[in-house]
T-cell receptor, first 109, second 114 residues
């Protein structure tokens, strides 16, 4: 099945700093989804990218899908304490998702 | 709309005991899924269902069984629990179709097997 690797595994930032997590696949992806899981919570859908080179923004979050559709990134500008959590990318095949291992973000005041 | 609900929220089992986890959704979704989440391993798909009366194996199906007798419910069974099944279990549901749709997750069940 498809595998997705995420880096870094952990990231500790000061509030106001930027944060980026990367998602890489060895195979071409039909689409990629991003989810956020707060500590003690459940994954919540953030966005889906489908087109090569696609860039989508949600307030301070910017999502990119690589030209070759093998990688993706999530960038958060000026992190806030509300951004704390684990961010997962997923590779979709029909409606079966393969989750990456996630990047755990901690934000310090 | 309650979305996706899971019962129970917590459970402690002894090795060899059995239990059933219940997932219910009120969004009329065709697809339902069971995942387990272990530290540092993301979410792994156990079983899934593409409609009432159908089930299929995911990435880590061994030791689990599922049933989808009603469209809104998806049950996950452990016949003989093992310590390796200590995990957090999430149920999810989504629309069906040619495209990939977002999955809606339940709050999770934290299971400990001693």
């Amino acid at each position: 099945g498809q595998q997705v690797m995420q880096i870094p595994q952990y990231q500790h930032v000061q509030e106001g700093e930027d944060f980026t997590t990367y998602c890489n696949s060895s195979t071409t992806l039909s689409n990629i989804q991003w989810y956020k899981q707060r500590p003690g919570g459940h994954p919540v859908f953030l966005i889906q990218l489908v087109k090569s080179g696609e860039v989508k923004k949600q307030k301070r979050l910017t999502f990119q899908f690589g030209e070759a559709k093998k990688n993706s990134s999530l960038h958060i500008t000026a992190t806030q304490t509300t951004d704390v959590g684990t961010y997962f990318c997923t590779a979709g095949g029909g409606n079966k998702l393969t989750f990456g291992t996630g990047t755990q973000l901690k934000v310090e005041l | 709309n309650a979305g996706v609900t899971q019962t129970p929220k917590f459970r402690v089992l002894k090795t060899g005991q059995s239990m059933t986890l219940l997932c219910a959704q009120d969004m009329n979704h065709e697809y339902m899924y069971w995942y387990r989440q272990d530290p540092g391993m993301g979410l792994r798909l156990i079983h899934y269902s593409v409609g009432e009366g159908t089930t299929a194996k995911g990435e880590v199906p061994d030791g689990y069984n599922v049933s989808r007798l009603k469209k809104q419910n998806f049950l996950l069974g452990l016949e003989s629990a093992a310590p390796s099944q200590t995990s957090v279990y999430f149920c999810a549901s989504s629309y069906s179709g040619r495209l990939t749709y977002e999955q809606y997750f339940g709050p999770g069940t934290r299971l400990t097997v001693t």
